[in-house]
């Protein structure tokens, strides 16, 4: 399993055509207290870089853009009861969605932990 | 000048504090040929309390009040008895003079009364949750059209209204739809015992996000509106319900019991007074928990205080204008906060009890109205069911009768033929509104009268 | 500075255990005059009524057959346990008649009580709105001579008297640009709007189908004429304008930002908010502005009410003017006043109305307050007015700009509200902080993280029925908490000390919404508080 990070603070594991996104530790820090997420409903087809999902903290509320193009085959019905996920285990847990992937090539370019590691240090 | 506290003295200090050598000189960003050096011309200069009292109680008294009329007015707006307590409890200013609570710690009192407000309004409505209040019944009206579109996810573009929604919340909402391109189905209703239900089903298709109707409907009518809540929901429409007589929910049931998913109104009828058409009180409420976040207007919510005690805070304030900007569920601001204050009073001394007392004389009284109105020769009563509303034929242009009662200092309804000027059908059609605050005599007035303009 | 209070109590003076409300706990909870109030469901029963009525006869009803059989859930108290109640919980609210409220953008002035006085009169609290206009002359010449005071205060051609608040009133604009527009068969995509603009804004234009943009701002907080020129096209509808802006600048290039726009056919929108401050001293109109909305509620004293009701009157253009929505009111050839309405707009040549935006005439209730604020001021004391609100502002910049970082301080005199950013506060203090630190000082903050341009953004407008002598006190009392904040004084994030309620908990509130009561349910045969007849 090959885990992908971008510049917007979004992981992606992609798991053969199936691709799990979430926001990373990072995003999550700079949010703070998560207190909602609105995902996307199954079926939706999404095109990289557009809206996907809002994240929401009390104060703020924050567009998460697909990070590839593809379809929503499951939104994590998790965070609907317990957005608190994101902040806990933002990277596990408090996944958003599963989509499939159309274009792999999208992936190119994207950084991997270390990059995003050291992306996150320059910030 | 006597709201300006400021002294010449404390102006000159004020100005050596600040390094300016005069007033103007803070003026400066103003070019220079659009400030204006003195008062404006045309305008009168200030006036004492006094004088302005006197001119003020000049142009009240070319009005003539419900109160010194035999009044029969309703359509949407209504006369009742408020309770002298509520007028005390506005006018504190520390409710009148405060802003929407944005520091929770010091606006307790606004948000605690908002939050029984909107319990009060859920539960009469038969709904889960209401929000802290609109401007008035038929902006409601259109927010809750606006709404089910956002939960359609913008995939439904057809708005049914029924003909029987009171016509100036269907022109806002034809204004409106407009400008978001909705497509709106809608013709005036025909003077009908029954409202004509199946009609509005047959209108309803895939492509409808919102059914909306009536209760009672504009002609008084009060029908079951199950059979519509669930032809709606077969096609995916949401059903809204409008109701601008809320003392009718003391004696007929909630609108959220028959299938509705969206309930709005207008307040005024409880605490809020005739003020000739404004400030009144926009009601909006849901049934389903799922469509809270898609609600307008601002919510208020439990929590509790860093010591554990319980307190309110205004919540869920991701949907507003002050947050999400252009994508905001609506661009309401300020609401109708000390209406809803007034009405929240106002039910809170009737209680349940006193609720459903006010609501039976209202429809008993309204009863005898029918019955004797009945009578006239020439008076038709056309409602099998209304609660304190009800429409008459009169056989001849209402409006003409209406303008001739009231040179009676008889106020006797209004005439559909203001309501709907361009169906003539409907013109010789009166609506007639009875309250608590009406007495046997004013019906006995009314009577006599048509009868004599009739003749 | 003097001294800030004439009780004896000296600021600075230590307080026993650093806080005055400590000593025993009590039973009730309360504490002396800070009395805890519970909810009405708590306290009420169903069966208690404060209001007389008669017992229901039994007879036939003619409901339909739609008779109520439910239970509704609505407790009721009598009236001198309505009286008490809301008389409690008002007390754990802040008011203008409390205390210095100095909330920016918001105009927390003085309300007179004359105002409350005259809407009370029944010939215009008492009085339906669809009565027949012979009598209802007096309601139709208070909206006529309150709308002759709009026009000449602004220099415009008409005034839609409708909308309900300042929002409503934004919409209302941008569909008399949007009509006259489509009128002349030029749809149009974009709105500009200024990242410092109320949410408002960019809120109404994308209800009204539009494109939201920005608009590019200078340094010194105005807007970058050159930048905006450069975006202005075919495309542009118009662009929306705060002014004086919500920096609490004037934008000295209002006229050239005029000008530009109707150059290339746009239209412009000027957000009144801000109105106090130039009333009297500076007409719109004559500054290129086609539509603006007044909030009755700010700049002609009319309640807040903990949140409304408000009024948005827009004046217009002599081109959008034909546009307005119905109803409205006209004094007519014969001295009259009128009412037009759908059915006889036509005789009035108001054919082109873009509709009806609410069911009756507007906010008759401010309406009545507002005319009676204008005839007791005069033209000559709401030039006095803006005067006096433009020189507490910058006095209280002028007091606080040694303390507190005044980003466009440099920029020159501000009008009605002081602007002040959270440069220099320690690390883990923020503007909240501070803001609650002013609460247990006895005033209500000023409005916080707003605008957006500005980091941690505060800012202050006092208005013009503030005295010398209050500001004084206000000022020193920021300047104390402004020092706590940058010497990171760590009691003021743990602020307010003193209110009725400690910092409460936002994030539960939001994630678990609980936005209605519900009985607790209680352990069987108990009855609940609420069964047993409350207190």
């Known amino acids: 399993m090959a885990r992908y990070f971008t510049e917007e603070h979004e992981w992606i594991d992609l798991e053969g055509d199936t691709a799990t996104v979430g926001i990373t530790d990072y995003a999550q820090g700079q949010l703070g207290d998560i207190v909602f997420v609105e995902l996307p409903e199954s079926g939706t087809m999404l095109e990289k870089g557009k809206d996907a999902a809002v994240v929401e903290s009390v104060k703020a509320a924050s567009d998460v853009y697909a990070p590839i193009s593809g379809e929503v085959t499951e939104a994590n019905a998790a965070l609907e009861d317990d957005p608190a996920l994101v902040n806990t285990s933002p990277e596990e847990d408090g996944w958003f969605f599963r989509m499939t992937v159309s274009d792999k090539s999208q992936l190119e370019g994207l950084m991997d932990d270390k990059a995003y590691k050291s992306f996150c240090d320059e910030l | 000048m006597r709201y300006l506290p400021l002294t010449e003295a404390d102006r000159s200090a004020m100005l050596e504090t600040i390094g300016a050598p005069d ?102 409505y038969g709904c889960h949750v209401a929000n802290a209040s609109m401007y008035d019944g038929s902006t409601a009206c259109w927010e809750a059209v606006a709404m089910a579109s956002r939960v359609a996810r913008g995939k439904k573009r057809k708005v049914v209204l029924s003909g029987a929604l009171h016509p100036h919340y269907a022109e806002v909402v034809k204004t409106m739809a407009k400008f978001t391109e909705d497509e709106i189905a809608h013709a005036s209703p025909a003077l009908q015992a029954q409202p004509d239900n199946y009609g509005l089903i047959a209108r309803i298709d895939d492509d409808t996000s919102c059914v909306v109707v009536q209760y009672p409907d504009i002609l008084g009518r009060v029908s079951d509106l199950q059979p519509i809540a669930d032809a709606a929901h077969e096609k995916g429409a949401l059903l809204i319900v409008v109701n601008t007589e809320p003392v009718a929910l003391g004696a007929i049931k909630s609108p959220g019991e028959m299938g509705a998913d969206i309930v709005v109104g207008e307040g005024q009828s409880l605490g809020v007074g005739l003020q000739f058409g404004g400030p009144y009180l926009g009601l909006f409420a849901v049934t389903s928990p799922k469509h809270v976040r898609q609600m307008p207007g601002r919510l208020c919510g439990e929590t509790v205080d860093a010591e554990g005690k319980r307190g309110f805070v205004l919540t869920l304030s991701t949907r507003e204008q002050h947050i999400r900007r252009e994508k905001a569920t609506s661009n309401i601001c300020t609401n109708s906060g000390l209406c809803a204050l007034a009405f929240s009073v106002h039910i809170t001394l009737l209680g349940e009890k006193g609720l459903r007392r006010l609501a039976m004389e209202n429809h008993r009284l309204a009863c005898h109205a029918a019955d004797r109105l009945a009578k006239v020769p020439g008076v038709s009563v056309l409602n099998d069911s209304f609660f304190n509303e009800f429409t008459v034929r009169l056989g001849t242009d209402a409006r003409a009768v209406v303008r001739k009662l009231a040179e009676r200092d008889i106020l006797a309804g209004v005439s559909l033929g203001r309501l709907f000027p361009d169906n003539a059908d409907l013109a010789d059609g009166l609506l007639v509104a009875v309250t608590e605050t009406t007495t046997e005599e004013d019906i006995e007035t009314l009577a006599s009268a048509l009868e004599e303009v009739l003749s | 500075m003097s001294a800030p209070n004439q009780s004896g109590w000296k600021p600075g003076t230590p307080v026993e255990d650093h806080n005055a409300m400590s000593g025993p706990d009590t039973v009730t909870g309360n504490r002396a005059l800070m009395l805890e109030e519970p909810l009405l469901f708590e306290i009420g029963h169903v069966e208690t009524t404060g209001v007389d009525l008669p017992e229901p006869a039994g007879a036939a009803t003619r409901l339909g057959g739609m008779d109520r059989a439910e239970a509704i859930g609505l407790p009721g108290l009598s009236e001198p346990e309505a009286v008490r109640h809301y008389t409690r919980l008002s007390r754990q609210n802040y008011g203008i008649d409390l205390g210095f409220f100095p909330l920016g953008s918001c105009t927390m002035k003085h309300n007179p009580r004359l105002n409350e006085k005259v809407a009370r009169m029944p010939g215009f609290a008492d009085v339906h709105p669809l009565q027949p206009v012979q009598t209802v002359r007096g309601a139709l010449e208070v909206i006529n001579e309150l709308a002759n005071w709009l026009i000449d205060l602004t220099g415009m051609h008409g005034v839609a008297m409708s909308p309900k608040a300042g929002a409503h009133g934004e919409l209302c604009g941008i569909l008399c640009i949007r009509a006259a527009l489509e009128a002349r068969g030029d749809a149009r995509k974009v709105v500009l709007v200024p990242e410092s603009a109320h949410g408002t804004n960019p809120a109404t234009a994308a209800f009204a189908g539009y494109e939201v943009e920005d608009i590019p701002a200078t340094a010194e907080g105005r807007v970058d004429l050159e930048a905006l020129k450069a975006r202005l096209g075919p495309d542009v509808a118009a662009v929306m304008i705060t002014n004086p802006n919500t920096c609490g600048l004037f934008e000295r290039d209002m006229k050239a930002i005029s000008d530009a726009v109707h150059a290339v056919g746009g239209f412009v929108y000027c957000d009144g908010a801000n109105f106090n401050a130039i009333v009297g001293k500076v007409r719109p109109g004559d500054l290129g502005v086609d539509a603006m909305h007044i909030n009755l509620h700010k700049t002609f004293s009319t309640p807040h009410g903990g949140g409304g009701p408000g009024s948005g009157p827009v004046v217009l253009s002599e081109a959008l003017a034909p546009f307005g929505p119905l109803p409205y009111v006209v004094r007519g050839k014969d001295g009259e006043v009128h009412l037009v309405e759908e059915e006889n707009a036509d005789q009035y040549g108001h054919t082109q109305s873009f509709g009806r935006m609410t069911a009756f005439h507007g906010q008759m209730g401010m309406f009545t307050r507002a005319l009676t604020y204008m005839l007791s001021h005069g033209a000559d004391g709401l030039k006095q007015v803006a005067e006096d609100a433009v020189l507490n502002a910058n006095y209280v910049l002028r007091s606080l700009d040694d303390v507190l970082d005044a980003p466009f301080g440099p920029s020159g005199p501000c009008m009605h509200e002081a602007l002040f950013s959270d440069a220099g506060f320690a690390e883990d203090i923020s503007t909240l902080d501070l803001a609650k630190g002013l609460i247990d000082e006895g005033y209500h903050p000023m409005t916080m993280y707003f605008p957006l341009v500005v980091h941690g953004a505060m800012l202050i407008e006092p208005t013009e029925t503030e005295s010398k002598a209050a500001l004084d006190q206000f000022i020193a009392a920021l300047r104390s908490v402004a020092e706590r904040a940058k010497a990171g004084d760590a009691t003021l994030k743990t602020a307010p000390h003193y209110a009725p309620r400690r910092r409460l908990d936002e994030t539960l509130a939001a994630r678990k919404p609980v936005l209605a009561y519900e009985e607790p349910v209680a352990p069987s045969g108990q009855p609940t508080m609420s069964e047993q007849g409350g207190r």
């Open chain 2, 23 to 124: 007033v103007d000189a803070l003026f400066s960003d103003v070019p220079e040929e659009a400030r204006l050096t003195g008062p404006i011309e045309g305008l009168p200069m200030h006036a004492s309390e006094m004088a302005v009292e006197k001119h003020m109680r000049r142009l009240s008294k070319k009005n003539l009040a419900a109160s010194d009329a035999a009044f029969f007015l309703g359509a949407g707006a209504y006369k009742h008895h408020v309770p002298a307590s509520v007028d005390h409890i506005i006018q504190r200013g520390e409710f009148l003079t405060a802003y929407t609570p944005y520091q929770p710690e010091i606006a307790q009192g606004t948000l605690q009364m908002l939050f029984e407000f909107q319990t009060q309004v859920a539960r009469l």
